[in-house]
């Protein structure tokens, strides 16, 4: 008699998960033996996990990861040099917390972008804010902004994130503008959050790709200190699943 206003009185509270749970444990017949300590442990636990997964979704959407990548599905037999014991030891966030960078650097194709989507929705998962950018659209973004009045707001939006992945930064040179944009959102977040950078281009010629000496140093110096590195070689990935998703067809 009483399940229904009380799961009316649980959803009312917000406390959706224990309302679920609450129907649940009410059909179960086992569950009349449980003493009520037993019962609210499950209630509460349950309301948990609730409150945890819809976090985790809201990160996730928040985030707009380019690839819907994870950690678990991570390919370690490919020939391309991924450091499995390092990639695992990143998968903690502790690194994110620590307020440390990570540099992703290899040639097209190797797959760059997915492993740092994988590491953002594994910090999705650890309740971390996280947010997902292309270099060039955000470059565009950014100069749209300047010139609609929402410049400063965009910057502050970028330097709240736990984590911001630059996703394929390069090979072309940056413009002016470009440059003070990587300062000041390197600037805004250097020991204070931490950032991927993606890029077929390797760091010793990041120098060359900023052009302006004094900013050069100025973005290197804060972006490359302290920050890990996964250098990745060899053929393209998908040039070997274009293979053998034909080989498949002609079998």
Not at 51 to 77: G, M, V
Not at 158 to 183: M, N, V, Y
């Amino acid at each position: 008699m009483l399940t229904n206003p009380t799961v009316d009185t649980l959803r009312q509270l917000g406390l959706s998960g224990m309302a679920s749970a609450f129907q649940e444990l009410e059909m179960q017949p086992e569950a009349r033996s449980l003493q009520h300590g037993e019962w609210l442990a499950i209630l509460l636990e349950r309301e948990q996990t609730s409150r945890r997964q819809k976090r985790f979704e809201a990160r996730a959407r928040a985030a707009r990861l380019r690839h819907d990548a994870q950690i678990e599905n991570t390919d370690f037999r490919a020939a391309r040099g991924l450091d499995r014991n390092l990639f695992l030891k990143l998968s903690n966030c502790d690194w994110i917390r620590q307020r440390h960078s990570l540099l992703l650097i290899g040639p097209a194709g190797v797959g760059k972008s997915w492993l740092a989507c994988a590491l953002g929705h594994k910090a999705c998962r650890e309740d971390l804010a996280v947010a997902y950018h292309r270099v060039p659209r955000l470059f565009a973004a950014l100069a749209l902004a300047r010139g609609d009045g929402r410049y400063a707001k965009m910057l502050k939006s970028l330097a709240k994130s736990d984590l911001l992945i630059l996703d394929d930064w390069g090979p072309e040179k940056l413009t002016d503008e470009q440059r003070r944009d990587l300062l000041e959102i390197v600037e805004d977040r250097y020991e204070k959050r931490s950032t991927i950078v993606t890029s077929q281009i390797p760091v010793d010629h990041w120098y060359d790709m900023i052009g302006n000496p004094t900013i050069a140093d100025a973005v290197l110096d804060r972006l490359v200190h302290n920050a890990y590195r996964i250098e990745l070689s060899g053929e393209s990935l998908r040039k070997h699943r274009n293979l053998s998703a034909e080989d498949a067809t002609q079998a």
